[in-house]
T-cell receptor, first 111, second 114 residues
Framework: DQQVKQNSPSLSVQEGRISILNCDYT??????FLWYKKYPAEGPTFLIS?????DKNEDGRFTVFLNKSAKHLSLHIVPSQPGDSAVYFC??????????FGGGTRLMVKP | NAGVTQTPKFQVLKTGQSMTLQCAQD?????MYWYRQDPGMGLRLIYY???????DKGEVPNGYNVSRLNKREFSLRLESAAPSQTSVYFC?????????????FGDGTRLSIL
């Protein structure tokens, strides 16, 4: 039973355009969500988070939107850069700070 | 500026061999975690240690044991390796298990079991 799902395994975007990565969850008790970025042969690095009391959180080129009624969150990257090419994971803490991860979306930004 | 350090980075084992993966953090964090990453499945929690002296099972603990050696170090042991344990293993840490917050990850150990 996957509580966090990323239904798009991959996404290809042109440099300078917007990248939108999506994530759905089933557990209505989740109240905090995170996005991690992962380059090959490296560990995941924290990118941005959002609390369930908000519907939007912005950090530079990265914005996360949360739609609690739809149990859906999305990560927007504007403008996309080739260095953003990586695998992106959404995650949520479950019972304490044990993270449940989605399967990841591989983003490719073409120059 | 090390953060979370994992050793070794790569390892090949034969079925039935044993192996201990090492993890150390220098951020004075209280909580530590072991995850495995398999293609298309994201990261799954194997074991965690909410604080020094405690360990608990995560989502996929079968075939593994852990030791929280001290506040800095948290090791993962495979007693009798199986091909299904071929994976990339990540260690992570954070300050307070009871508080939702980002975890800091090491760069992983890539383990192949033949």
């Amino acid at each position: 039973d996957q509580q966090v799902k990323q239904n798009s395994p991959s996404l290809s975007v042109q440099e300078g355009r917007i990248s939108i990565l999506n994530c759905d969850y089933t557990n209505s008790m989740f109240d905090y969500f995170l996005w991690y970025k992962k380059y090959p042969a490296e560990g995941p690095t924290f990118l941005i988070s959002i609390s369930s009391i908000k519907d939007k959180n912005e950090d530079g080129r990265f914005t996360v939107f949360l739609n609690k009624s739809a149990k859906h969150l999305s990560l927007h990257i504007v403008p996309s850069q080739p260095g953003d090419s990586a695998v992106y994971f959404c995650a949520a803490p479950n019972a304490g700070n044990m993270l449940t991860f989605g399967g990841g979306t591989r983003l490719m930004v073409k120059p | 500026n090390a953060g979370v350090t994992q050793t070794p980075k790569f390892q090949v084992l034969k079925t039935g061999q044993s192996m201990t993966l090492q993890c150390a953090q220098d951020m004075n964090h209280n909580s530590m975690y072991w995850y495995r990453q398999d293609p298309g499945m994201g990261l799954r929690l194997i074991y965690y240690s909410a604080s020094e002296g405690t360990t608990d099972k995560g989502e996929v603990p079968n075939g593994y044991n852990v030791s929280r050696l001290n506040k800095r170090e948290f090791s993962l042991r495979l007693e009798s390796a199986a091909p299904s344990q071929t994976s990339v293993y990540f260690c992570a840490s954070d300050r307070d298990f009871e508080k939702s917050q980002p975890q800091h990850f090491g760069d992983g150990t890539r383990l192949s079991i033949l």
